[in-house]
């Protein structure tokens, strides 16, 4: 299994890459970042400055979307870094919850992520691409380069084409019966659609806290460090709600029955420890979605989610135990899961 570790670009610049830096010694092989341009520092002047002081780190947004940059651009900018650094980019991508709402519009349809995952990929790798009726090639793109595009999903719809037109499927929840389901879900439109499912990589990305032991004072700690995170998939579940409705065929109850309490969403908090708008968020659905305990429960867990298929774990690292999850992972976790 490999392992990535997802951060926010606050400033400043040099702790993100420091910790993406601590990371790739402690052997994880992915480095994600948020990509949200009134939230964050911009995500790609940060890359360049990790692939420099990493050797073999890939990086890239979980997630960008479709709306904050033209297409062109967003190939450019990922073929540029792989030119200098090798193919060690990756581009996750998805509706654009923050980045689209901070800035006062919706996040973009999921027939606007179908067009922008066939054109990025096709001229981050040096191919044609159409955009809407302008034919266009980045004649500076070597051959042998290559642009993996990885698809954030939830919903049937989007599930559903993750599998038909994704290199990969990016799951930002834990929870086992959730990750059998839509896993099974992405795997059956691949192979509706022609494809080896095998060729659609997985990836179930969470936060992670390490705990001593499991006693009730250390558990009710590592909890409230990630109850953030029930509160950021909500919003996700709170479209599905409104487009599905609260009790549907398609939609999954363990998924949307969290979030009859939730009265709004600041995103000034968004992705923080703390978050005040989201006191609604369950016990039970941080112990679900996250992963919480000792170093030997998050083995217990993690085998159970690569029995799944899960080919990546992506550690959601926004708490006050940044190093130590870090470090812990490398001396214990990741050894356990590839020895």
Known sequence: MDFGLVLQTDPPASRVISLMKRAERNGFTYGWTFDSAVLWQ???????????????????????????????????????????FGNRTICGIGRGDSAMRVAGRKPNTLARISEAMKVIRALGSGEEADLGGTVIKLPWVKPGAELPVWM???????????????????LQLADLYLTEYMVKAVRDAAVAAGRDPSDVKICVAAPAYITEDDSPEALAHAREQCRWFGGMVGNHV???????????????????DYIKAREGY??????????????????????????????????????????????????????????????????????????
């Open 42 to 84: 911009e995500p790609f002047v940060i890359y360049s400055q990790i692939l420099s002081n990493t050797s073999k780190l890939k990086v890239g947004p979980m997630v960008t979307n479709p709306g904050t940059r033209t297409w062109e651009v967003t190939a450019s900018t990922f073929a540029t870094l792989n030119d200098m």
């Open 152 to 170: 954030a999903a939830y919903g049937p719809k989007a599930l559903k084409m993750t599998g038909e037109e994704a290199d990969g499927f990016i």
């Open 238 to 256: 709170a479209d599905l709600v409104s487009k599905y409705g609260d009790h549907s065929d398609v939609v999954p109850e363990a998924l949307t």
């Open 266 to 339: 600041d995103y000034s908090h968004h992705g923080r420890s703390g978050n005040p708008d989201t006191q609604f968020v369950p016990d039970e659905i941080v112990d679900r979605f996250c992963l919480i305990g000792t170093a030997e429960q998050h083995i217990e867990k993690l085998n159970a989610l690569r029995e799944l298929g899960v080919d990546q774990f992506a550690v959601y690292d926004m708490h006050d135990a940044q190093e130590a999850v870090i470090d812990t992972y490398g001396q214990k976790v990741i050894p356990a899961l590839n020895s």
